[in-house]
């Protein structure tokens, strides 16, 4: 009989309801009502290891990193650095010298449009998106094409909000340089077949980004399996703190493109006459990074892969499916985007309420979702709405949390249908 190991048997007993007890702000009282956080697709909580781990820098080992040779700053850099390390095998990347760290996934979109794109792309080339992109993967390659004379091109969503490949393919050409794709959809929940995608792009020789920034804490990745040539995501959208992110990008790739910022870190000698730079990844890190919140990085990803990521997905995916059934059974009620496969983000809008007086309510009732255009206005255009309430599930909501947020939400529409939403 095979042995169970300790960590195992702590995999074992844990559910949703264990795991809030580690998220500290779950157990706030909002507006006097018991908080329900429907808005992980924003942020998700940070658990109390994570917290811990940021204030432990600043209390035990506050230094500046890679410099300095005395303890505390040693201590500091070996932290950061394991980060780094850790976000390689998150991923699966090849080498931590392929993960840079950025200010979040819109910095590494960015970070790529100006380093990769401006650098390599010229007029009359394409760049191809899909309508279902966040703002941070449509403005910054709007930007390099203003920049260069390349053009944007857009795969289109159907009605059920899934990427229709045939059309994708027709898209794709030899004037084709870059794709990016959102791997899940913020606004929709779509999963796309990315692998699928990434390998028609590169048949084209087009380089492929993936903005991983939902796709985090829902599925699995590994950018070597997907054969992305670059992958973004941020830290706060899985349990770790705002203002950090990785870029992960192909050696050869970044090896190829210029640095982004300047300043110190990402030289290797600074003259007057002329400065060379560093090795990668320093080479797209100038400036005193964002050390502690790094370090509390590394530690939400250990914690996260610690948990039996594979029953909690399919936890989240139950959630899911009970809230789709039940807003089915609402008249008047309909989902926005009901792609094949979906992580556990779901829009809805109803008749004669506005999504912001639905919103505003169900925070007087302590339920926090979020309203409006997720920064996604050209696919609400689509859809022909100005915005939806959006519900997104997260590993520590429970099954009575959505039982509590679907009694107020049916009584709220009654109250507003009543007496007239904008």
Partial sequence: ?????????????????????????????????????????????????VIDAISEYYKSYNANIHRGIHTLAEKATRAFEETRSTCRKFINAGEKEEIIFTSGATDGINLVSQAYGRKFLRKGDEILITAMEHHSNIVPWQMVCEQTGARLIITPVNDQGDIEIDNYNKLLSIRTKIVSITHISNALGTINPVKEMIAAAHSYGAVVLVDGAQAAAHTPIDVRALD?????????KVFGPTGIGILYGKRGLLESMDPYKGGGEMIREVRFEKTTYNDIPFKFEAGTPNIADVIGFGRALRFFENLPREELKAYESRLLHTATNKFKEIKGV???????????????????VHHFDLGAMLDARGIAVRTGHHCAQPLMEKFGIEGTTRLSFSIYNTESELENFLEAFTDLLTILRKNGSR
């Fill in 334 to 352: 309909r989902i926005i985007g009901q792609a094949r496969e979906k992580a556990g983000i779901i829009s809805i809008v109803a008749d004669r």
């Fill in 228 to 236: 992305s040539d670059f992958y973004v995501f941020s830290s706060h």
């Fill in 1 to 49: 009989m095979t042995s169970i190991t300790h960590q195992e048997k702590l995999k074992l007993k844990i559910t949703p309801e264990t795991l809030r007890v580690q998220f500290p702000i779950l157990n706030e009282r909002v507006n006097g009502k018991q908080l329900i956080y429907y808005d992980n697709a924003a942020t998700t909580q940070k658990p109390i290891s």
